[in-house]
């Protein structure tokens, strides 16, 4: 059975910051490129970052400088550390996993991330 679990969401004041995790089981996470994905009240979902199999990451443009991204394989699970938060980054963050061959895609249940003072 497939599981992606995210965790580390919250409540945190605007300049702070959080560090996400997605732990994954019953996948060959060395094989998937992982992304965080958000959304927000009336918003489309959109990618925040990515990282492929070979550790290329990718990040959108309102993240860039303020997020990094990484994994290991070993504990196959993927981070993301979102460093001065605005409030604005409220939303739903997502873990996902696609498999390199493009044929498997797979979501975690989300967690919450509230930047407010």
């Known amino acids: 059975q497939v599981q992606l679990v995210e965790s580390g969401g919250g409540l945190v004041q605007p300049g702070g910051s959080l560090s996400l995790s997605c732990a994954t089981s019953?996948?060959?996470?060395?094989?998937?490129?992982m992304g965080w994905y958000r959304e927000a009240p009336g918003k489309q979902r959109e990618l925040v970052a990515g990282?492929?199999?070979?550790?290329?990451?990718n990040y959108g443009d309102s993240v860039k400088g303020r997020f990094t991204i990484s994994r290991d394989n070993t504990r196959k699970t993927m981070y993301l550390q979102m460093n001065s938060l605005k409030p604005e980054d409220t939303a739903v963050y997502y873990c996902?996993?696609?498999?390199?061959?493009?044929?498997?895609?797979?979501w975690g249940q989300g967690t919450q991330v509230t930047v407010s003072s």
């Open positions: 019953g996948i060959a996470f060395s094989f998937y490129h």
């Open positions: 996902n996993a696609v498999h390199q061959s493009g044929d498997r895609n797979y």
């Open positions: 990282i492929a199999t070979g550790g290329l990451t």
